[in-house]
């Protein structure tokens, strides 16, 4: 069964400070690796996606990075504000289609002042 | 654009009463899903439909039924609801680009998702 393990669950970190999040998956063939962001009450947004021949992604401050070898990927989130206070999902998709999602439970970040 | 619209946002059920959970998108998108999430664990897939008039079962496809009957609309019924099927639901849609057709990360098939629909049963 494919599967997709985060951690840590949950973190506190200070305002301004860096933070990294992890994701492990055995889900095979792989095809691409997916971070959303969901806010408490809130649907999922996508952050970043990574296909097998990519191993950085940056949008804003947040940076995706990906080894498909080791099948881990880890999101790091650099001078953390109040809003990226929300839980952080990671989701990985098996070929040959995209219709069937895997979905890490979530790491759930709180930042404070 | 609206987006993924979902309704209700909330809703409280009686064990064995039915219900549909509504789901529109206005993206023309072709792909669209039903989701759960249940406290410490991921989504998990419901249904999906690549198109108009096509359908197919997810990872928890128990007690609940969809249909396609436009590309706009993708419906959630609980026939019988149980207190099990306490959750909240998530609608998503997405165009049904091959993957081979994938220019890299930024041609791929980005799913986006309602608001989210709270439902209880008691």
């Known amino acids: 069964k494919n599967q997709v393990e985060q951690s840590p669950q949950s973190l506190i970190i200070l305002e301004g400070k860096n933070c990294t999040l992890q994701c492990n998956y055995t889900v095979s063939p792989f095809s691409n690796l997916r971070w959303y962001k969901q806010d408490t009450g809130r649907g999922p947004v996508s952050l970043t996606i990574?296909?097998?021949?990519?191993n950085t992604k940056s949008n804003g401050r947040y940076t995706a990075t990906l080894d498909a070898d080791t099948k881990q990927s880890s999101l790091h989130i650099t001078a953390s504000q109040l809003s990226d206070s929300a839980s952080y999902i990671c989701v990985v998709s098996a070929l040959p289609n995209d219709y069937k999602l895997s979905f890490g439970a979530g790491t759930t970040v709180t930042v404070r002042a | 654009n609206a987006g993924v619209t979902q309704t209700p946002k909330f809703q409280v059920l009686k064990t064995g009463q039915s219900m549909t959970l509504q789901c529109a998108q206005d993206?023309?998108?072709?792909?669209m899903s039903w989701y759960r999430q249940d406290p410490g664990m991921g989504l998990r897939l419901i249904h999906y439909?690549?198109?108009?008039?096509?359908?197919d079962q997810g990872e928890v496809p128990n007690g609940y039924n969809v249909s396609r009957s436009t590309t706009e609309d993708f419906p959630l019924r609980l026939l019988s609801a149980a207190p099990s099927q306490t959750s909240v639901y998530f609608c998503?849609?997405?165009?049904?680009?091959?993957?081979?057709?994938?220019?890299?990360?930024?041609?791929?098939?980005?799913?986006?998702f309602g608001a989210g629909s709270r439902l209880t049963v008691l």
């Open positions: 990574m296909t097998f021949s990519e």
């Open positions: 439909s690549v198109g108009a008039g096509i359908t």
């Open positions: 993206m023309n998108h072709e792909y």
């Open positions: 998503a849609s997405r165009v049904n680009r091959d993957w081979r057709l994938w220019d890299g990360s930024s041609g791929a098939n980005v799913l986006t």
